[in-house]
């Protein structure tokens, strides 16, 4: 059973072009979750997601950033108009069960390194 | 607000002797601890959990991790460390979906 897949694992971006990130959850798995690693810092949040619904983007930056999970196809992480700022890493992480009443362990994929220029 | 503290960022240490790596958290509500650990350039590995239960949980590789609720810590522990341990390691904690992670404890372990 394979993991969590990302790609690419490494982007480099000019400012002002756009970044698409995706994430291939684990078989089985319906929940998706994106978090941001800047440097010498934690992880953190940014959106949930279920096929084809956005359950909680609270940790996403109001603008330029979107997410999406379609019903067939990875997760996409969309970045318009890239900024220096926005270099990290980019972690998603999946689940088999979700929802906002419980706990669910997420298993993280290797991470999308993105480099703005 | 919920928050998870690792005090430590960066923990030198000497093959074979006994490390701690120090984790509290911040919370009012029933919570879930981890710890992962992160070697460069790679994602996330679970490492051991706490959900319930017994408050003391081990990995397989020998670390073991109590949580403490009067004191709010999750502390990592491992009574002999090797090379391979090197690596970065973080606390985190749930109360829903949402982790939320400590800033990472940079774990060296010299020859």
Known sequence: NAGVMQNPRHLVRR???EARLRCSPMKGHSHVYWYRQLPEEGL???VYLQKENIIDESGMPKERFSAEFPKEGPSILRIQQVVRGDSAAYFCASSPQ???GGI??????PGTRLTVT | AQSVTQLDSQVPVFEEAPVELRCNYSSSVSV????????PNQGLQLLLKYLSGSTLVESINGFEAE???SQTSFHLR???VHISDTAEYFCAYSGTYKYIFGTGTRLKVLA
């Open chain 1, 15 to 17: 400012r002002g072009q």
């Open chain 1, 44 to 46: 953190k949040f940014m």
């Open chain 1, 98 to 100: 979700g929802g906002t």
């Open chain 1, 104 to 109: 669910y362990e997420q298993y993280f994929g």
């Open chain 2, 32 to 39: 879930y601890l981890f710890w992962y650990v992160q070697y």
């Open chain 2, 67 to 69: 949580f403490n609720k």
């Open chain 2, 78 to 80: 491992k009574p002999s």
